[in-house]
Each structure stands twice: as structure tokens, then as C-alpha cells.
């Protein structure tokens, strides 16, 4: 499970009914109150079926997927380690001596590059290539996102209209004032859902589809100038400087301790 997503839904839940029973209030109110249940959650379903097409909706059980289970991403090192592997058969072997470890890929995005190399497609070709896929990858990324996005807009204005719904109801018995004060108070529970569903989950659901996004894109970003770097010869050292820029200075510095702990244990094997 992604811990993060876990922690702030169980902080957001405590803040809720801590707030609540601070102040006072009943946070058992809130599911006794089935109206506002319903104007908020099925509401918000019913803007967001309107707003977007039947296949984009159908995204929605692999997005939340993402958010609650770890992306399954090569780490930069490791694409790095695998680059530089490659780049010292090629320049010892030659480009067609990378076929045999094609199918060994398990990323296709970086699977397709391979193959366009290997087959000697023009390096521009190749890049164009990479690049819309790249593209296309981001653009359909950014309409998940933009689904929660959205719920998180319509929520909080949804509950404001089960508040409003409420108070027309607690209006039409003013005789009995204490089922006002019962009926105003359920009025506004409905408020309380669209604000902490808006913004402590829809809204931050966005939010971490369009970090898990753009983490997705550096790293096939990382790919491209690896497969295209492999394709012009270069060494193997320029291709590690040159991926390196892609990891965090943490990153880099675990990677030079690593080093420096192979150097030295290569010279105690010399001596």
C-alpha cells in the first residue's frame, strides 16, 4: 500500500471528528444523515459522469490504484547501471549485439526505443517517436488527474446546495424550535461533507496523480537521452554524467559512495 496516501486519510478522518468532538458536535450526525450522503456523493458522481466521456470514466478504479499502490518504476540507479551496461557492449560489439537483450526489457516504452535503434532507424526519427508517445502518455495522465480535480471543485458548491436544501426544510417547521435547531444543524452537515471531500480528498488525490505523473515522464525523459546517447556511441562514462542529472543530489551522493566503495574493494583485490 502507499503509506502516504493511508497517513493522510487517517489524519484527515481524526482532524474531522477530533474537530468535531471539540466543538461539541456529534460525529455519528454524519451518518444519520443519509440526505446529505446522498447530495455529496452521489452529486458529485453525477457532475463528473456529465462532465467527462464514458472512456475516460472508466480509467477511474486504475487511478485510484495508483494512489493507493506504489507505481512500479525502475529507479533512475538502476536505469543508469543499465545504460552504461549497454553502452559497453555496443561500443565493444556494436549496436545489433544489444538484440539479445531486448527481451530481457520489461518496460515497454523503453523496449520500443530499443527496437527502433536496433533496427537503424535515423536518431531523429527515433527521438520523434519517443516523444509523442511521451506526449500522449502526459496528456492522457493529466485527464485522470483532472477527474478528481474536477469532484474536488463541484463538492464544496454541492454542499452548500444540500445546506440550502436543509434549510428550506428546517424553515417549513419553525413552530417547533428545537426540530429548527435539529434541522439546521443537519442542513449544514451537508456543507462539512463537500468541503472534506473536496479538499481532503479529491483535490489531493489530483494532486498526487500529477506528481506520480510527472515522475513517470522524467524518468522515460531519462530513457530517451539514454537510448539516444547509446545510438550515437558515446562512452560510458558520458552516458552516466549525462543520466546523472536526472537524480536527486541525495541520489548522486549514494551513487559516488557506492563507487568509491567498488574502487576500493577492487585495489584490495589487486594488492
Known sequence: ????????????LFALIAGMLFKGADPTGILKNPAALTIILIGTAASVTIAFPGYELKKIPKLLKLVFFPQKL???????????????????????A?????????????????????????????RDVLMEELHATEERHKVG??????????????GVLGAVIGLVAALSSMQDTEQLAHSISAAFIATLLGIFTGYVLWHPIAN??????????????MMVEGLLSIQSGVSTMAIQQKL????????????????????????????
Open 98 to 126: 544489444l538484440e539479445s537483450h531486448v527481451e530481457e526489457i520489461d518496460d515497454p516504452f523503453l523496449k520500443n526505443g530499443m527496437r527502433m535503434i536496433i533496427d537503424g532507424n535515423d536518431q531523429e526519427f527515433v
Open 208 to 221: 498526487k496523480l500529477k506528481r506520480l505523473s510527472r515522475r513517470e515522464i522524467e524518468l522515460k525523459l
Open 1 to 12: 500500500m502507499e503509506k502516504s496516501t493511508i497517513v493522510g486519510l487517517l489524519l484527515g
Open 244 to 271: 546523472s542529472v536526472y537524480l536527486s543530489p541525495s541520489e548522486r551522493a549514494e551513487e559516488e559512495r557506492k563507487k568509491g566503495e567498488a574502487l576500493d574493494a577492487e585495489k584490495a583485490q589487486t594488492v
Open 145 to 158: 488527474a483532472a477527474i478528481f480535480s474536477q469532484a474536488g471543485t463541484y463538492a464544496p458548491t454541492l
Open 74 to 96: 525502475m529507479p533512475k540507479t538502476e536505469v543508469i547501471r543499465l545504460f552504461m551496461e549497454w553502452a559497453t557492449i555496443t561500443r565493444r560489439e556494436g549496436l545489433l
